[in-house]
């Protein structure tokens, strides 16, 4: 099973603050890994290092082997890795069909394109249609993205990253805001949607523990900074010592 | 060399112009957040009424040595038109900003034909009563005295400014609502009317500048519109919303100006565009400026 | 807008003023020049403000970079081809445009604004500075041109503005809106519109988002200076002043005027523009503070402009009917 995605000895500092400390994790082919922690343990940062937007004071963080200390979301889209945000993140005056082109065109390669008509290019058009109709999204093609429901917006914002064919997706809790009940049905969406559009990995950083424990492979949590664990989640859950450190109360409780 | 310093003496009394509508500037965007293309007006607004008002008292026998107060008396009776200009920008609050800029350009445009209409096209000046204050002499060195009062009314003033945002509780609101408008709401703070004593207060100072400048330049109609310029000079290289920056970035501007004649008469105004453009590159938040999204 | 909805506009519009010169005065038909030439500018103006979300209050530069090319050109250099000034103007807009555009792209908004307002007052100072070069505040002469090859030595000044060069210009903003019209409509238009719409998220979905504000700001160049030269062709003189701020400012009220959100925005603004201007100016010297009041009553009641106001009333006549 080849590496997808991988922190070797990552420390990161901010001026004196030490933010993460020589952190090691992988993600590998057909792996959901759950990055879980409380406020504060270092999780945004090491999305962001995964993202590029940062590069570690120390240590590599690797994408498909390659170093992306610091490249950016730009370079990483076409390298093949999305991120979906916590706060829903959409372009308020473009159509559905719109946003996911967008990204159907990074993917595609044609952003360059200064005159040929988007109208009229069926492997784009195709390729939208496709995307939406995983998420359910194909008979709203025409809606103004600002018109949609909270759901649908959130829907999109997925389809968009889905729509670059990444190899590993990065969720950062994908179901914050959404109701417990319709927690599992967007989880399993997602992770249907992500077999059937070809993603390789999926890291989820999640604070739901019901969640974490029913979709991941392994569950890697961080507190101050550093990975108190690295397990799967039946050993993880039988280790009460461990979820008092990350969520603070037992679980059953 | 004291031609040298006669110059410099110059650059700083511009400077002290500078400083005071840089000042009504750097308020109304740090509480309000708009940048006010029309602070070449108030400006202007000033000068010419500070003529008519002085040319008005001395048919009534008034000293030519009440000039001085004369002048920043006339700038703060201005101070009337700050209110409903609010009013008027109340609307493009919380807008995109281009809506913002665009909404003062209107004013600017307006305002231009409101001179022309009250004082017409050809350009104003005060006689040179000013004089009456004398000339201070050291040497070869010699500055109207007047320039000298002008220089120490913008040091007062900035001394005042700094006192009063920094000590009064007044000022302190003015400060809190700049830095987190929703939390002063919350605290039951009556920011519209925060908003309207700031802005009339920016135009203020606007306006004495405007009619502190008059005994020594005329009242034009360009005035107004070259002014902004060289007003958003000082607050981009001060720091846009810092006092301090606009305290620094005026010296800058009026120094460069004064120096620039003497050494590099060639580009005299384009050092100015060069440093704002080397400030907006290399520390785009100014020399004071806080960074902000 | 629709694809059909928009060639209707395209083809009335067009054939309208085809028609023009037939029905108005020449008076008239001699001040519909600059209206083209702001019309191209503003188009690409819109490129930059309208689809991709950048406010440039400095580019009446380019507009004189057009018109000081021109003069060069054909005032210096003697060359007769207006087709070759144009196409010369357009790629040294474009030369000068990459670099002032790559240290200005990195900021948006409100430092946009103050860079590009810089970069103009600087090209301003210039054009006065070294009037050796430029003419000062005098100018350079700009003299007449063939157009495609052709001198028409028989028409004076007036004729030839009002008939030849009336439809010469008319079919270079044919020219210019189809081209405009695919650019904003390819896959690199949409990726400028998600760069307007969200920076940020763009980024996530591959959008050299530095590069395309990057690309946007020198194509709007091109058009600034396509418009520049017919307006200098026109008076024959390359004027200061025309890029002077406040000039900068009157293209962005005509984009506003008109109305940004559209495609056609742009050119409705500067026809209305330039034919208000006119009738304001022989009705009150006052003209100025009658604009003024209508761009705030824009600003404040109807920040979509006239294309806004006649999509709405579309609507609901629309709406009206079912």
Redesign the interface.
Known sequence: MSLLLEARNVSKSYGVFRALENVNMTVSENELVSVVGPNGAGKTTLVNLF?GLLSPTSGEVLFMGKSIAGV???VL??RGM??A?QLI??????TVA??I???V???QK??????????S?LR?SERVREVAEIFGLDHRLNTVAASLSQGEKKLL?VA??F??DPQVILFDEPTSGVSTSDKHAIMKTLIAAGKIAGVKGIVLVEHDMDLVAAYSSRIIALAGGRVLADLPPDRFFSDPHLIDTVIGKRKGH | MSAFANILAGGVFHAAVLFLVAAGLQLVFGVQKIVNLACGSFYALGAYFGITFINYTTQFGISPWLIFPGLIISGIMLGFIGPPIERILRSVYGRDESFQLLLTFALVLIFQDVFKFIWGANPRSLDSAYLVYGTLRAGDFSIPVYNLLVILAAIAIAGGLGLFLQRTNYGRLLRATAENRAMAEALGVDVRRIYSTVFTLGAVLGTIAGALVVPTAAASLDMAIEFVIEAFAVVVIGGLGSMRGALVGALIVGLIRALSIVFFPELEVLAIYLIVIGVLIFRPVGLFGRSFA | MTINSATLTALIGTAALALLPLVLPPYYVGLMIPFFGYAIALLGFNLLFGYTGLLSFGHAMFLGLGAYGAAVMSGVFGVKSFELVLLAVMLGSAVIALPIAFLCARYVGIFFGMLTLAFGMLFYSFLFKFYHLTGGDSGMRVPRMNILGLTFERYNKIEFLAGPFYYYCLGLLVIAGLVMWRIVHSPFGLHLKTIRDNARKAEYLGVHVHRFRLAAFVISAAFGAVGGAILAFRVGLADPELVYWTQSGQLVFMGVLGGFSNFFGPIIGALTYTLLQDQLQSLTEYWRSMLGVILALIVIGFPEGIAGLAVDLRRRLARRSQ
Not at chain 1, 110 to 119: C, F
């Open positions: 993202t950016g979301p730009v889209a076409d999305a991120r945000f993140q959409i372009f308020p005056k473009l719109e946003t082109a967008a990204a065109v990074s993917q044609k952003r360059w394109r200064l005159v040929s008509q988007l109208s290019d784009i914002d968009s990253a729509a670059l």
